[in-house]
């Protein structure tokens, strides 16, 4: 017996056969800020052979209250290479592999295809859709989080499960993030510890499987709560996220942000408000694409629903403030 991992291989649920499953899985970690800070340690001291770390980001200040992987010393440093080398120090048998890349509709699909279970902490709206998205129609479990304020969820789609557009087929129409609307660390911490035994036990083949449920914490009323969405319809029309490279020539594209910015990211656009909506849009010929843009999707997704009321059916969305993806 590995005396790294003899205390949970004398689980009945583990032994050495489960211990060979951790050992010859991959998993993909987007982000590396407080949920995966919060979830990597666990994953790597378990004995999962493969883990790769997705973040674009570098480590500041404020984020080591949440953050416990990096010190001081690692002010300024890339978060996916900072955390791998602090987890390389704690089991030095995991592979692990930095990619000091955002998770982009470009590039999701190959990244979702090399790993046998998806962990997306990266705790943005684009980024959750968008993975969801691969996920689903590569066969993958996502094991997906938010924490803000005082409480989060947990959920785990995909993979058989209903897809995240299943359980939420509508985006959020405000959305909030931890440095303005705040968070507190151990909210963050239980929350990515939930994914990472989720994600074990998806590895392991636990019953009752995590998969189809949803688990929330209410850190201000004391509170844990769940359901199953195990009978969740997927849409039968997504607008998806797609990245500036995917674009097309025979595209309208629709930038959103007004004045918030002096140049559109793609100089073809044509720059609309909210309240231009939809009388400014030209009527296209069938199948004809509009891209519809803002910072974050939100106002973008709105839009996608008022132009898909008044009849135009080809439509897909763009993030320009997520990092990486007006590149």
């Given at each position: 017996m590995n005396a790294r991992y003899r205390t949970q291989m004398r689980l009945p649920q583990v032994g050495e056969q489960g211990q060979a499953r951790l050992a010859g899985a991959h998993v993909l970690v987007v982000g590396a800020g407080g949920l995966g800070c919060a979830l990597l340690p666990w994953l790597v001291g378990a004995g999962v052979g493969r883990v790769t770390v997705m973040d674009p980001d570098t480590v500041e200040l404020h984020n080591l209250h949440r953050q416990p992987?990096?010190?001081?010393?690692d002010l300024g440093r890339p978060k996916a290479r900072a955390a791998c080398l602090a987890l390389g120090e704690l089991n030095p048998e995991t592979r692990l592999r930095a990619r000091l890349e955002a998770l982009t509709?470009?590039?999701?699909?190959?990244?979702?295809?090399a790993a046998d279970v998806v962990l997306d902490a990266a705790d943005t709206v684009a980024v959750t859709y968008t993975l969801s998205d691969a996920c689903l129609r590569l066969g993958r479990p996502l094991v997906s989080a938010s924490a803000l304020g005082l409480g989060g969820y947990v959920?785990?789609?995909?993979?058989?499960a209903p897809s995240y557009r299943a359980v939420f087929p509508q985006l959020p129409t405000h959305g909030?993030?931890?440095d303005s609307a705040g968070v507190l660390g151990p909210v963050v911490a239980l929350l990515g510890a939930l994914q990472a035994q989720f994600a074990l036990a998806l590895l392991l083949d636990l019953s009752p499987s995590p998969s189809g449920r949803l688990f929330s914490w209410d850190a201000r009323r004391l509170r844990f709560g769940g359901c199953g969405f195990e009978g969740a319809a997927e849409p039968s029309r997504a607008v998806p996220f797609i990245a500036v490279s995917q674009v097309l020539d025979t595209d309208l594209v629709l930038d959103l942000r007004g004045s918030e910015v002096p140049v559109s990211a793609l100089p073809q656009a044509l720059r609309l408000t909210m309240d231009e909506l939809p009388a400014r849009v030209p009527t296209l010929p069938h199948g004809r694409r509009i891209v519809l843009g803002c910072r974050t999707g939100l106002r973008a997704a709105r839009a996608a629903a008022l132009l898909s009321h008044h009849?135009?059916?080809?439509?897909a969305l763009l993030a320009f403030g997520e990092p990486g993806w007006p590149a």
């Open positions: 992987l990096y010190r001081m010393s509709p470009a590039n999701a699909g190959e990244r979702v295809a959920g785990v789609f995909c993979g058989g909030g993030d931890c009849g135009h059916d080809t439509l």
